[in-house]
């Protein structure tokens, strides 16, 4: 029997009885990061990075057992080593390998090769099986370089401020807001932010994240203060009452997904930015672990793992549920 398998739970590790991101409660849990979909509720105990730990904390609630460990650092659990690395998808996302008896398996999670400079950079991990997302599996996906896509933002957003009016941009609260945080230029104008992503702000303050200045939409706040900010919220804000107060205003969002599919967003411009990897990352991430073995997931999986084998490369689909 191989190392890893795969059940109604999850990706599953019999020899260490633990899984990986599993998509129903179980005893044991490796995480690869924070978004709700892959650190899910309900499990026993909990393992992740001591980057990520705060932020699942924050999500699951002071009742979840989470423990956490050091990039590269190895944990044997019953014979088997496991080693969490970056993954360079969001703040303390990661790969995890696992290694018995020579075999070795390296479990994606989600993953991006492009250094956001706010996560930690993705590190390629040799191994025997590789586990890969396939969020953007086409090669309709072929990112920008992620300063252009900010210029564009920058752009977007001076245009508005001369225009007086409020620039709101939907955005995740985890990962990317905190990536066009950064990158985008403060000297435009105030940044300010939705309560679900000035809230994750705080948390990853409080750890060390260094992240430049916001300041949380306030219900006290005069429409004045609003003219010529950029809001970031999340995608959920939009269609809630909450965008109302602010009137006068452009509405945009950043997402791999812009000009693929509809948002359910109503927005007026959107930028491809994404913290997935595009075509050209997938196919360098999996050419470079030097694994034979591919096993997809998520996305676009008949489609890449048909690519897959076109390569040469022994590459069958997983159905998740993330």
């Known amino acids: 029997m191989p190392l890893i398998t795969f059940n109604a739970n999850g990706i599953y590790c019999e020899r260490a009885d633990i899984y990986i991101d599993p998509w129903k409660p179980v005893d044991k849990a490796l995480i690869t ?88 950079p993705f590190e390629s991990v040799k191994c025997d099986h590789f586990i890969t997302e396939s969020t953007f599996g086409l090669p309709a996906f072929d990112w920008a370089p992620q300063e252009e896509v900010i210029s564009q933002m920058n752009d977007w957003w001076q245009a508005n401020a001369s225009e007086g009016k409020v620039s709101i941009i939907g955005s995740y609260a985890l990962g990317k807001a905190q990536r066009i945080i950064n990158l985008i230029d403060h000297s435009i104008g105030e940044v300010l932010t939705h309560g679900a992503v000035e809230y994750t702000n705080k948390v990853l303050r409080k750890q060390g994240v260094k992240l430049a200045k916001t300041t ?52 007026d411009r959107g930028f491809v930015l994404s913290d997935h990897a595009d075509w050209k990352g997938l196919n360098m991430a999996v050419k470079d672990t030097g694994a034979d073995h591919i096993y997809v997931t998520h996305g676009y999986t008949d489609q890449y793992a048909t690519y897959l084998l076109e390569q040469g490369f022994n590459a069958q689909v997983i159905a998740t549920e993330y």
Not at 77 to 90: L, Q, R
């Open 33 to 120: 990061h924070g978004h709700s979909d892959h650190a899910r509720w309900g499990n026993k105990y909990y393992l992740c990075t001591t980057n990520a730990e705060p932020v699942i904390s924050y999500r699951l609630g002071n009742e979840a057992k989470i423990e956490s460990i050091d990039y590269g650092k190895q944990i044997d659990i019953n014979g088997v080593k496991f080693s969490f690395h970056p993954a360079g998808h969001i703040i303390g996302s990661a790969q995890i390998r696992a290694e018995y008896k020579g075999e070795v398996w390296v479990a994606s999670g989600d993953y991006k090769v492009t250094n956001d400079g706010v996560s930690e």
């Open 216 to 267: 949380k939409v306030d219900n006290s706040m005069h429409f004045n203060r609003f003219k010529g900010s950029l809001i970031i919220a999340p995608p959920s804000a939009f269609r809630s009452p909450w965008i109302r107060k602010f009137k006068d205003y452009s509405a945009a969002r950043a997402s791999g997904w812009v000009g693929m599919r509809e948002m359910g967003m109503p927005t």
